[in-house]
């Protein structure tokens, strides 16, 4: 409010009180512009709140929208101490009988005998090294150490600490008397990854009594004179002898993974993974029935932000019409067949378990083209309806927010033109009461002078 006038001066007109009450019929356009544009605003929101239903939506429809959403496989194993099984899209559907026989280790060696904490080895000729290869990983330890040799405390530290290793790791056992024994084992399990010693230089470096394990099984360490016995042995229907450097394999039955956990025997079952498939099927549902309720909530009278909007009613038309279209192609055409049923009051989607498992066990592959069939399955075409309508520009929720969006802008530069119109003509108002507020005081001045004269006048007749 500008050029305010303080009431008492002049006539003592409440120029503030007249001008604001002026003002308050003139700023009715303006509070109806500014609720307009809160609606709208309002609108678009809830449009953003309708694409986001709508998106989530189309995510659980493209899980179900391929073949491949039911081309998934789960293992099952008849004993979990002896083998578990997982399988992934490239399994088929079988049982194999599996037998092991021998489960992968990692190779160990320890030192021989006990020392004591203090003692050294390596130190007397320059050369001495203690030189380790175990799988990938090839290093050598300077025991010579600028001829102090090295504790089994510090070999344990530099072979851990060396840049070069990768495949071994080294510790330290400590007996009652705190006599130590030094320990070396593989970090990965098989033959391949076995530990090789040997060593350099002249020094008592050899005295570890590392270099002899992997021939002499009374040795301390892996009690095995055949370190091929390093890798895992088994059978898998009837084919003996397949041996594996590890007990996670994946290379003997296609697109199964094992994990070999004891020695004996177990059946694997390569079957559909009707429990993921289920799960996806009751995605779909509350996805849709979610959506409804999203959709009841910005279209609810007096609360919601998209009531009355016809935009709405055409989503649900379009998506319930393609619920309720049949699928071609199969035994299995309609949602109903499978239990999927629409609820008549509340028109949200129910599933009947009991229904769709006894479909799942007797007709599999029918369900998975009732929903994932690429031509017209269920899920494919929902998930192509709910695309058309997120389409950036082209779809129906930006189209509407789009053209919202545009009436805001509008109705922002009408509202900065009728603020600047008010501004003015409240100044005017100012100025006018101001004006008139000086001519009453002046017109009052000369009403109080003249009333003193003529008193003056009457006085002087007496």
Request: a negative charge.
């Amino acid at each position: 409010m500008a050029n305010i006038s303080a009431p008492g001066i002049g006539s003592g007109l409440d120029v503030n009180a007249i001008v604001e009450a002026m003002m308050g019929v003139e700023r009715i356009p303006l509070l109806r512009l500014e609720e307009r544009k809160q609606n709208y605003e309002d609108q678009i929101s809830g449009y953003g709140t309708l694409r986001s239903a709508v998106d989530s939506f189309k995510t659980a429809m493209d899980e179900l929208a391929s073949l491949d959403k039911f081309e998934i496989y789960k293992g099952t194993s008849s004993d979990d101490a002896v083998t578990t099984a997982t399988a992934d899209s490239n399994a088929t559907a079988g049982s194999y009988q599996l037998t092991i026989d021998r489960l992968a280790e990692a190779h160990k060696m320890g030192s021989a005998g006990m020392v004591s904490a203090t003692a050294t080895f390596g130190g007397a000729d320059a050369a001495d090294a203690l030189n380790i290869t175990a799988g990938s990983s090839t290093f050598s330890i300077d025991t010579y150490n600028g001829g102090a040799g090295m504790t089994l405390a510090e070999i344990r530290d530099a072979i851990n600490s060396h840049a070069d290793n990768s495949s071994v790791s080294a510790t330290i056992i400590t007996g009652n008397n705190g006599d130590q024994q030094l320990s070396l084992t593989a970090k990965n399990s098989g033959f391949e990854e076995r530990i090789q010693v040997n060593y350099s230089g002249a020094g008592n470096t050899s005295t570890l009594g590392l270099s002899t394990l992997n021939d002499d099984p009374n040795l301390p360490g892996t009690p095995m004179a055949d370190l091929s016995k390093l890798d895992a042995l088994f059978s898998v229907d009837g084919v003996t002898g397949i041996t594996r450097a590890s007990n996670s394999i994946n290379d003997v039955i296609g697109g199964v993974s094992l994990e070999l956990t004891g020695v004996g025997s177990s059946r694997i079952d390569i079957a559909n993974d009707k429990d993921e498939v289920k799960n996806s099927i009751e995605g779909f549902v509350s996805g849709y029935n979610d959506l409804l309720t999203k959709i009841d909530q910005l279209s609810a009278i007096n609360t919601g932000k998209l009531a009355g909007d016809s935009s709405l009613r055409r989503i649900i038309s379009e998506f319930r019409s393609e619920i309720n279209t049949a699928v071609s192609g199969g035994s299995l055409t309609m949602l109903s067949e499978v239990g999927v049923t629409t609820n008549k009051d509340t028109g949200k989607l129910e599933l009947d378990e009991t229904d769709f498992d006894t479909v799942m066990a007797n007709n599999f592959a029918d369900v998975a083209h009732l929903f994932g069939n690429a031509t017209d399955g269920i899920a494919m075409r929902l998930a192509d309806s709910a695309d058309l309508m997120l389409q950036s520009s082209t779809g129906l929720i930006d189209i509407r927010s789009d053209g919202l969006k545009d009436s805001v802008k509008r109705l922002d530069n009408n509202i900065l033109r009728m603020e600047a119109l008010l501004e003015n003509r409240e100044n005017n108002y100012f100025k006018q009461y101001s004006t008139l507020d000086g001519l009453v005081s002046r017109m009052n001045s000369t009403g109080a002078y003249l009333v003193a004269q003529l008193s003056a006048m009457s006085n002087n007749n007496q």
